[in-house]
């Protein structure tokens, strides 16, 4: 399926590189460990949100998952820090990651979506399994995600 151009963001190029896939968006992650990774994809996703630089630490919200395999745990993580963001109306600027064999639980720092304040780049309906990637080489950990838009 073709893709177009390959687009880089300022202040997340090191987290994550988005590219733009037929009628969604998708995002290449890499990290030196599996926490990390995690960690990337939950700042990747609020980044895909709203602009990150207007958002404050104010608050805090925990999401714990558990799955068999980190796929799994990839789409279920970004599933429930989705619903948080479009049910609970919370954005975060940053996260912090605990692992535990086959769960994760992330805490996700930020603030009640404004949007006067929060610059809203667009609406994600959903996290999906398609070309979903997840896997630990020699270079460290990397992922692949798309998003239904």
């Not at 998708?26 to 700042?43: C, D, K, Q, V």
């Not at 940053?94 to 667009?122: I, K, M, N, Q």
């Amino acid at each position: 399926m073709p893709t177009k151009p390959t687009t880089t963001q300022t202040e997340d190029d090191a987290l994550f590189r988005e590219f733009e896939h037929t009628g969604d968006i998708g995002i290449e992650l890499t990290a030196p460990t599996r926490a990390e990774l995690f960690r990337r994809a939950a700042i990747a996703l609020a980044a895909l949100l709203v602009e990150r630089a207007s958002v404050a630490e104010i608050e805090q919200r925990e999401i714990a998952v558990e799955a068999d395999a980190d796929l799994d745990l990839m789409h279920d993580l970004l599933g429930e820090l989705l619903a948080l963001f479009t049910v609970e109306g919370f954005i975060w600027r940053d996260a912090s990651v605990e692992e535990a064999d086959r769960s994760l639980r992330v805490t996700v720092r930020g603030e009640p979506f404004d949007p006067g304040r929060h610059e809203f780049r667009g609406e994600i309906k959903a996290v999906t399994y398609h070309q979903l990637m997840v896997e630990n080489s020699l270079d460290g950990w990397r992922s692949r995600i798309i998003f239904d838009v």
